[in-house]
């Protein structure tokens, strides 16, 4: 799916579209790439902040007063709009040295700023959010394959937190808003594996999970399950004890009631099996269909086998024999065993 502002994955472009020329990464480490060739950001702090920023506030106005007093808020009025402009000033020289043919334009009109985007760029926090918002309300179980494809494209953009090692107050807040984002997909993207019984897929997807929360414990549960459908009865045991010892290192609890019965269930051997995986296993094993000819014919017969004779003018119900209180032929009837009629 391609996000509102057309920032792509991978580099794939849509049919009959450019292909991005202009990548900007700011999942990790801020990063930009021109061509496939790394290129230098803004030299100064606080324009790398204006333009990450602006990014993450893309194809919108903003006030240049608000700006200023948001970045430098303990300076007087006066000087914070003079740094204010020296900063913009460097932004846009970066801007038009790596963006030539302006894949990000800066518009700085009266009293406002606003940073746009077009086709041939691509952002990786546009493309990851894009991909969220696309899956936003559809259950892990129910997402069909191509749009698993776009969450794991999405899984993989995520290289890291935004902007690491930035702790201003705006950045902390995105950070924790696509980190939420980045647990939700991982979620969903289990029970897309758990479902098709991809329990290794589902596996890694789960362990990236723990690497973003050492003490989750909604985590070991999903993942002691994945365990032992996948046939690794210890290895979900020993996941358990990962998740005490976590728990009590990090938080000084002992694992809650439900992975503690969950534990004993493995023990015991006897986790159930959820329905979406039985209709999976179901489906896979069921004989091919026959054809209506085949099947009507073989239940003529057995009708003829049990029931001696059918009515010349109606083969889909029998004639009741003189006493049909305990027949076994005035049960069995081809609408009852094949819902047919």
Not at 296 to 323: I, M, T, V, Y
């Amino acid at each position: 799916m391609i996000p509102s502002q057309h920032v792509r994955t991978r580099g794939s472009s849509a049919e009959g579209a450019p292909a991005c020329a202009l990548r900007i990464q700011l999942f990790g480490k801020l990063a930009v790439k021109r061509n496939g060739c790394a290129i230098e950001s803004p030299q100064s702090a606080k324009a790398k902040e204006l333009l990450c920023y602006l990014l993450l506030h893309r194809d919108q106005p903003h006030s240049r007063e608000v700006m200023s007093s948001l970045f430098w808020g303990d300076r007087t009025t006066l000087q914070s709009k003079k740094y204010f402009r020296q900063t913009l000033w460097q932004l846009q020289q970066a801007l038009h040295a790596w963006s030539a043919d302006g894949q990000v334009e800066l518009h700085a009109d009266g009293d406002s700023l606003r940073l746009n985007t077009n086709p041939n760029s691509c952002l990786d926090t546009a493309a990851f959010e894009a991909a969220f918002n696309a899956a936003k309300g559809v259950a892990g179980e129910n997402v069909g394959d191509e749009q698993a494809r776009e969450l794991r494209d999405a899984v993989s953009l995520y290289r890291g937190d935004l902007l690491e090692g930035w702790y201003q107050d705006w950045c902390l807040f995105h950070r924790e808003r696509l980190q939420n984002m980045y647990l939700a997909i991982l979620e969903k993207l289990i029970s897309y594996c758990e479902v098709r019984q991809d329990f290794e897929s589902g596996q890694a997807f789960g362990e990236l999970l723990l690497r973003q929360d050492e003490a989750r414990e909604r985590s070991y549960y999903r993942l002691m399950h994945l365990r032992f459908l996948a046939g690794d009865r210890a290895g979900a045991l020993r996941l358990f004890q990962r998740c005490e010892a976590a728990l009590q290192r990090e938080l000084g609890v002992a694992p809650s009631k439900r992975t503690i019965e969950l534990r004993n269930r493995v023990r015991a051997d006897e986790i159930e099996v959820k329905s979406g995986i039985r209709r999976a296993q179901r489906a896979r094993h069921a004989s091919p269909p026959q054809k209506r000819g085949r099947r009507l014919g073989a239940c003529r017969q057995r009708e003829s086998d049990q029931a001696g004779h059918f009515r010349n003018d109606d083969l889909w119900q029998r004639e009741k024999p003189e006493n049909t209180a305990h027949s076994p032929a005035a049960r069995f009837t081809c609408r009852g065993r094949y819902g047919w009629g």
